[in-house]
């Protein structure tokens, strides 16, 4: 699939992206994860040539604007940023397409607009993550302080693009054309080398999670067809026995599990798009 640089004006500020497959195809927005960017789909987007598939990089990620002075990042800027690109694109009804974050916004947004979200895959992801009440006054110092110190960090400025590209292997279990992909997607040039172009904020913790009981209702009320993959082994965040029960919440929902990484869809991207299938076209 060849793809483009697209770019919308909204009022968040400017959301860049990656577009391709067939004008009339069916439309689907792709939702990467935190700390990647659009490119993140591409190796996935190959086997998807018949689709109208946009590829966003969220609020404060790869070239997209960062939150003005002062504003912390949240699940309402990021949701409201997706629907204002929706409407600048003229599209009323789309499916989404999410990775990890952008699996949980794309719950989210199937939860709160099921008129608009016609289809959604979830890939290693599914509602939002969760927190026990009991925490809730260790998360707010831990997010304040967190929030009050960012600003004596100083940013890591790499001589080159290996050094960033050995550290996303690293912390992601990625192979290098798959690391290379979301750093040259992922930094900015400066003086001395580069850095990442992602915002320093989106690195803060929350200062208020959903608890788990929330989610679960959130899950229940996605009323569209919804397709989750799910990598095995799973990640810590979302361990067995919780990732498939959330999944059997699902109204119409289907679960897939394969083996391999969180970042599934760029290191076994055949056997993901065989997991998802005909599923936007039907």
Not at 16 to 34: E, Y
Not at 147 to 171: E, T
């Amino acid at each position: 699939m060849s793809v483009r640089e697209v770019g919308f004006d909204i009022p968040f500020g400017r959301i860049a992206g990656l577009r391709g497959g067939t004008a009339d195809g069916p439309k689907v927005l792709a939702l990467h994860g935190w700390l990647d960017n659009a490119a993140s789909f591409l190796p996935l987007s190959a086997h998807f040539p018949e689709l109208d598939l946009v590829m966003l990089d969220l609020p404060g990620h790869g070239h997209s604007a960062h939150l003005g002075a002062g504003a912390d990042y949240n699940l309402l800027v990021t949701v409201n940023a997706v629907l204002d690109v929706a409407d600048a694109l003229g599209w009323e009804r789309f499916a989404v397409l999410g990775h990890s974050m952008g699996a949980g916004i794309g719950s989210i947004l199937a939860a709160s607009l099921p008129q608009r979200v016609a289809r959604l895959v979830a890939i290693e992801a599914l509602g939002a993550l969760a927190e026990e009440p009991e925490r809730t006054t260790t998360r707010l110092r831990e997010a304040v302080a967190a929030a009050r110190a960012l600003a004596s960090k100083k940013l890591r400025v790499f001589p080159d693009l290996a050094a960033p590209i050995r550290a996303r292997m690293q912390a992601n279990q990625l192979s290098e054309p798959s690391a290379r992909l979301l750093v040259e997607r992922g930094v900015v040039a400066v003086d001395g080398g580069f850095t990442w172009s992602s915002d320093p904020r989106l690195t803060l913790p929350a200062m208020q999670r959903m608890t788990e009981a929330q989610v679960r209702q959130l899950i229940a009320g996605i009323e569209c067809p919804t397709r989750v993959v799910f990598a095995d082994p799973p990640q810590t965040y979302l361990p067995e026995p919780l990732r498939s029960e959330r999944a059997a919440l699902l109204p119409r929902g289907e679960l897939t599990v394969l083996p391999g990484s969180h970042h599934l869809h760029m290191e076994a991207p055949a056997a993901v798009a065989a997991a998802i299938g005909g599923f936007f076209l039907a």
